[in-house]
């Protein structure tokens, strides 16, 4: 059975830091792309930041680039989302998901969530004025 928790949600004030974490099971891990997205109430999911199946590669949307650091830990089969420099308007529930990319020769970063098969069942941030 597959699964990816996230955990380090909660409420941070303005220009605070919180670190995200998922953890999957179930997956061999390293043969997974993994990105991060968010829903904030009324609004679509929005992609914010995808990383290679070995942690070499990373991709961030402009809403989050310079602020956010997506990283991985292939032997502890976790995922992790730094996020600095909080604003209001990041106030959403933030997924981590999970893309097979095993067979692939390269490296590919998926900004679309249609892409990806698993995903977890998501952490509240809230971050006041």
């Known amino acids: 059975q597959v699964q990816l928790v996230e955990s380090g949600g909660g409420l941070v004030q303005a220009g605070g830091s919180l670190r995200l974490s998922c953890a999957a099971s179930?997956?061999?891990?390293?043969?997974?792309?993994m990105g991060w997205f968010r829903q904030a109430p009324g609004k679509e999911r929005e992609f914010l930041a995808a990383i290679s199946r070995a942690g070499s590669k990373t991709y961030y949307s402009d809403s989050v680039k310079g602020r956010f650091t997506v990283s991985r830990d292939n032997a502890e089969n976790t995922m992790y989302l730094e996020m600095t420099s909080l604003k209001p308007e990041d106030t959403a529930i933030y997924y981590c998901?999970?893309?097979?990319?095993?067979?692939?020769?390269?490296?590919?970063?998926?900004?679309?969530?249609?892409?990806?098969?698993?995903w977890g069942q998501g952490t509240q941030v809230t971050v006041s004025s």
């Open positions: 179930g997956i061999t891990f390293s043969s997974y792309g």
């Open positions: 998901a999970a893309h097979y990319d095993g067979s692939y020769i390269g490296i590919r970063l998926k900004t679309n969530g249609d892409d990806y098969t698993y």
